[in-house]
């Protein structure tokens, strides 16, 4: 098979757009994708600071590689959430690029700053650990984006992520979660910060296919937390329609955001927002749910500390 554009020899194959590329004239497509969609999108402007939030997956890291490429003012973000070797890992491979491409990083790390571990609070207060772990990520993107004087926050979702987001909150008529839905979630307060996704056009295998043209190092185990989630299962059902019937995938996601999404515009409602009595940050009760989160953690060590004085004595 030949590349569509040079003629050479085709080095991946692209069944949705019924095209090939060789290895340079992918990243042609690939850099025109983000490209296009940072303009027609207005995520953000060549003067703008862009915080990346990285993983070390393959898509975050395609994120941060594709934006210092472009020449961004790209800082990437690193969290560490403290599941077991997991979390330390993928640090490793952040920390790696950070110094390859003499990009700049900030690495939190959710036991060290903040004194309390995910995995043991979701287990104290039987909530889900992914649950928890979305409230403390949204947070922290904010909170480091906003006190460091970044214009948006861009993550490395990609268009098998977004159409299985859709698909979910389709199943269940999520008219909340289907108005808000989009590339760019803009700020609508002065202390929210714009999100932005620039590679919602790309799949995974695009990402990857990136990735490895590149060189670039990433960590190829899932979080241990994502097995069984229906985000995964979805993902199955749309790679089995694509299969069938090529571009299904990006049709549903883009024909939503050109045509179905309006229909859901009046869930929209604008909610209240105020400052969290605790912390400052944006929220719509009194107190954030991060700070709530916060305190739960801290009852619970103050009761296991008593309790662990009570059996010394
Ligand atoms: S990191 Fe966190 Fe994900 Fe792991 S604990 Fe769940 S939400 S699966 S994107
Ligand atoms: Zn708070």
């Known amino acids: 098979m030949r590349c569509r554009r040079c003629g050479e020899k085709a080095e991946i194959y692209l069944k949705r757009h019924n095209t090939a590329f060789c290895n ?13 969609n940072i303009r027609r999108y207005k995520m953000f402007r060549p003067s703008d600071r862009v915080l990346v939030v990285v993983s070390g997956g393959k898509d975050s ?18 969290i560490n959430l403290g599941i077991c070797g997991y979390s330390d890992r993928s640090q490793e491979v952040v920390e790696q690029f950070s110094q390859k491409y003499n990009a700049p990083l900030i690495v939190k790390n959710i036991e060290k700053d903040y004194g309390f571990s995910i995995p043991i609070l979701a287990r104290e207060i039987r909530r889900s650990t992914c649950s928890i772990c979305g409230t403390i990520k949204r947070y922290i993107f904010n909170k480091v984006a906003l006190d460091g004087g970044f214009d948006v926050v861009a993550t490395g979702h990609n268009l098998d ?17 289907l108005a808000r839905q989009a590339p760019v979630l803009p700020s609508t307060h002065p202390k929210l910060v714009k999100k932005v996704k620039p590679l919602f056009t790309l799949t995974e295998r695009e990402n990857l296919a990136y990735i490895i043209f590149n060189g670039i190092s990433f960590i190829h185990e899932e979080c241990p937390h994502a097995l069984g989630a229906s985000s995964i299962f979805y993902k199955e059902i749309l790679n089995k329609l694509e299969e069938e019937s090529p571009g299904t995938k990006q049709r549903f996601l883009t024909n939503f955001y050109k045509k179905g999404r309006k229909c859901f515009a009046k869930y929209s409602e604008p ?3 105020r400052e969290c009595k605790i912390c400052g940050q944006v929220t719509t009760a009194e107190i954030c749910s ?24």
């Open 290 to 313: 991060f700070c709530r989160l916060r305190q739960m953690a801290e009852k619970k060590m103050k009761a296991d500390s008593l309790l662990q004085e009570g059996e010394n004595h």
């Open 61 to 78: 890291m395609a994120l941060w590689h594709i934006l210092l490429k472009e020449g961004y003012n790209v800082t990437g973000m690193y």
């Open 271 to 273: 909610v209240k927002l």
């Open 161 to 177: 992520d977004e159409a299985a987001t859709l698909l979910g909150n389709v199943l269940s008529w999520q008219e909340g979660y």
């Open 24 to 36: 340079n004239c992918f990243q042609v497509y690939y850099s025109e994708q983000v490209r296009r």
